[in-house]
Each structure stands twice: as C-alpha cells, then as structure tokens.
C-alpha cells in the first residue's frame, strides 16, 4: 500500500454514460497525476495538478474528460459519454515538489469496461 | 506516444537465475526511474537514476544509464518466484515545464519459475 487510494477499483458501464473516478493522493503531496494504462501497454500521461492548479493535459485527454482537485487535496477524472475506446486502467500518482527530483507514488487504479 | 521501447518483451527464467531487461528512450531526459506491476494492479517504484549517474543499486537490483547511447538497463540478480511481474522504464524530460510526468516504455513481462 503506497498511501495514495483510488475509488472505485472496478467500474463496469455501457457505451454513453458518464463515469467519475477518485483519486486521494498521500496527504502532504502537491502533485497529482492522471495516467491511463490498456492491456499490455505501459500508462499514458493524462494531466496533473499542482496543489488546485491543473498545469497540463495531454492530448490524450479529449473534451469527453474532465478533471479536477478542489482544494488541492483529493481528485476527480470524470468521462463524458463513455466510449469501448475509454476501456482502461485509469491510475492516480501523487508526489511532493520541490527540490528537483521526485519520485511518484501510484494508487491501485480503477478499472473501467465500456460494453 | 511512448518515449520508451523496452527489450525483450516477455523474458522466462528460472529462480535463482539474473534477469536483465533494457529500455531506450529519444529525448534528454532529466531522469530515469523502474516500477513494477504485478498483474492488473498498481506501479511500484524501484529505483530512479539521474542523467549524471552511471550505475545505481537497490538491493538485488542494479540499474546503468547511457546517456550518450540513450539507453538504460535493469539487472535482477538471484531472481525469486515474488519478482514476476512487468517491469517498466519511464523518464522524467528535461524540460523544466513537463513538470516531472513519466513518459513509459512498453515493459517488460518477466516470468520467474520455481
């Protein structure tokens, strides 16, 4: 267990509903990011925060997605009008800035099927 | 797209035996950092190497980085069952405003049998 829990771990839905996923990084951690993993792939960069602030998207991350970290402390990824594409791994990494180097600690990702 | 490719794909060992796998990337990097997956779950991190370093150790891990071939690789000595999982190389750019992503490499799946 790394400290950073992601809600839920399984989500199934059908193709057109919207889905929302929750990140809670390690508490005293700045950053957060957003990555989404397909089977047998290595994950794919999404977006990440600086305490409240989203400072990057991919273009990964189309207008269907939205993201965001009120108060700089828990996240959300929600996904407009799911597609089968949208079928991943969605995994959360939150790290402290600052001094250069730093590594990222992941939480156990939540598994979304689009049927 | 992926920064990384990683090689081989899959490796089978058997316990006892190294494990080695590599990983090269395009860009200047600032860093170089190995996670572990075991199946369907989250990254653990093992090891993170900067640009300025040659050769790191953790363990039974030990990592190299060439940074004039653009090239990295993982050594896994005196493997155990435990350590079969996929094992990815990311790298953190050089660019002071890629705010430390991990850009992944493909993996590496590695089977360890007793």
Not at chain 1, 49 to 68: G, I, M, V, W
Request: charged share 20%; glycine share 8%.
């Amino acid at each position: 267990d790394t400290g950073v829990s992601q809600d839920p771990r399984h989500k199934i839905t059908k193709r057109g509903q919207n889905v929302t996923f929750r990140c809670d990084p390690i508490s005293e951690h700045n950053r957060l990011y957003w990555y989404r993993q397909t089977l047998g792939q290595g994950p794919e960069f999404l977006t990440y925060f600086q305490n409240e602030a989203q400072l990057e998207k991919s273009r990964l991350l189309s207008d269907r997605f939205s993201a965001e970290r009120p108060k700089g402390s828990f996240s959300t990824l929600e996904i407009q009008r799911t597609e089968q594409g949208d079928s991943a791994m969605y995994l959360c990494a939150s790290s402290l800035a600052g001094g250069g180097v730093n590594e990222q600690y992941f939480g156990p990702g939540t598994r979304l099927t689009v049927t | 797209s992926q920064q990384g490719e990683e090689d081989p794909q899959a490796l089978s060992i058997q316990e006892g035996e190294n494990a080695t796998m590599n990983c090269s990337y395009k860009t200047s990097i600032n860093n170089l950092q190995w996670y572990r997956q075991n199946s369907g779950r989250g990254l653990v991190h093992l090891i993170l190497i900067r640009s300025n370093e040659r050769e790191k150790h953790s363990g039974r891990l030990r990592v190299t980085l060439d940074t004039s071939k653009k090239s990295s690789s993982l050594l896994i000595t005196a493997s155990r069952a435990a350590d079969t999982a996929s094992y990815f190389c990311a790298t953190v750019l050089m660019i002071k405003a890629a705010g430390n992503k991990l850009t992944f490499g493909g993996g590496t799946r590695v089977l360890v049998k007793p």
